[in-house]
């Protein structure tokens, strides 16, 4: 009985004894984390802000230009003294996107190009004679054009136009066609097709940046240029150096229509 009494006295007393700390690690390192645990860490993890500023990723150069939210137009060449950045309109002022700004330039450059051409087909075309006997000023000569020169001249545009839109443009999702509707490669540099027959495209940033204002202002001048021989043809009908020596006429106090034949517009 004495012995009975005494081995309960000690297991009593090893139950309040304190557990070897090596025990404890162990059995925290091997255990099973219970539910409250990972409710607590889920919560931690939503609970931090989702407004935190995440770094952005780098953006490779397109022919020497980076993307800049903060200037104006995103940093695009083209503004020159003494308008500096001018933009009246507000095409490419704050909160109009990247591809936006991109497209309006990609169309002023291309609008450029093609005005520049015009200026000198207008003063080319009514200055020399053409191999299909058109004659008369510029504005009259495009329905002048026999069929099948028209039906190459038209392929011509066609191609060029597909094979830009190729180059710069995302291919349509038909499925969902608002997500690629206008919208441009990222890595598309706006005007930059590909087409340089003579090396003409600089290899540095600064240069290209220069050559592209230069192109820019040049196809800005055009585009007026082309618009006003427009519409002095429209008014008078008369080719731009028939115009020339009509007002030198004028201005030499000579009669601008002693030339011209009895009942005919002159």
Same mark, same amino acid.
């Given at each position: 009985?004495?012995?009975?009494?005494?081995?309960?006295?000690?297991?009593?007393? =090893?139950? %309040?004894?304190?557990?070897?700390?090596?025990?404890?690690?162990?059995?925290?390192? #091997?255990?099973?984390?219970?539910?409250?645990? *990972?409710?607590?860490? *889920?919560?931690?993890?939503?609970?931090?802000?989702?407004?935190?500023?995440?770094?952005?990723?780098?953006?490779?150069?397109?022919?020497? !230009?980076?993307?800049?939210?903060?200037?104006?137009?995103?940093?695009?060449? &083209?503004? *020159?003294?003494?308008?500096?950045?001018?933009?009246?309109?507000? #095409?490419?002022?704050?909160?109009?996107?990247?591809?936006?700004?991109?497209?309006?330039?990609? =169309?002023?450059?291309?609008?450029?190009?093609?005005?520049?051409?015009?200026?000198?087909?207008?003063?080319?075309?009514?200055?020399?004679?053409?191999? %299909? &006997?058109?004659?008369?000023?510029?504005? +009259?000569?495009?329905?002048?054009?026999? =069929?099948?020169? %028209?039906?190459?001249?038209?392929?011509?545009?066609?191609?060029?136009?597909?094979?830009?839109?190729?180059?710069? !443009?995302?291919?349509?999702?038909?499925? +969902? !066609?608002?997500?690629?509707? !206008?919208?441009?490669? +990222?890595?598309?540099?706006? &005007?930059?097709?590909?087409?340089?027959?003579?090396?003409?495209?600089?290899?540095?940033?600064? +240069? #290209?940046?220069?050559?592209?204002?230069?192109?820019?202002?040049?196809?800005?001048?055009?585009?007026?240029?082309?618009?006003?021989?427009?519409?002095?043809?429209?008014?008078?009908?008369?080719?731009?150096?028939?115009?020339?020596?009509?007002?030198?006429? *004028?201005?030499?106090?000579?009669?601008?229509?002693?030339?011209?034949?009895?009942?005919? %517009?002159?």
């Amino acid at each position: 009985m004495k012995l009975a009494i005494l081995a309960s006295t000690i297991a009593a007393t =090893a139950a %309040f004894a304190p557990i070897a700390t090596h025990s404890a690690t162990k059995s925290a390192l #091997f255990s099973t984390p219970t539910e409250e645990a *990972v409710e607590e860490a *889920v919560a931690s993890i939503e609970g931090i802000p989702a407004d935190i500023p995440q770094p952005a990723p780098a953006v490779a150069p397109i022919n020497g !230009w980076v993307p800049d939210e903060s200037l104006k137009c995103y940093g695009l060449p &083209g503004a *020159v003294a003494p308008t500096g950045y001018f933009d009246p309109l507000g #095409f490419a002022q704050t909160g109009i996107t990247l591809n936006e700004v991109k497209r309006n330039r990609e =169309a002023e450059v291309m609008h450029g190009r093609v005005a520049m051409i015009a200026c000198l087909g207008y003063l080319v075309g009514e200055s020399f004679p053409s191999p %299909f &006997g058109i004659t008369g000023p510029a504005n +009259d000569q495009l329905q002048q054009m026999p =069929a099948p020169a %028209f039906a190459l001249l038209t392929i011509a545009i066609g191609s060029a136009e597909l094979k830009r839109a190729t180059t710069g !443009w995302v291919e349509p999702d038909f499925g +969902d !066609w608002t997500k690629t509707l !206008w919208k441009l490669r +990222d890595n598309y540099y706006p &005007g930059d097709v590909g087409f340089d027959p003579l090396g003409l495209k600089p290899t540095n940033a600064k +240069d #290209f940046a220069n050559m592209q204002t230069k192109e820019l202002q040049n196809g800005r001048l055009a585009m007026i240029g082309a618009a006003g021989m427009c519409a002095q043809e429209l008014v008078n009908h008369r080719t731009i150096i028939g115009t020339i020596e009509f007002y030198q006429n *004028v201005f030499a106090g000579l009669d601008p229509y002693a030339s011209c034949a009895e009942g005919t %517009f002159c």
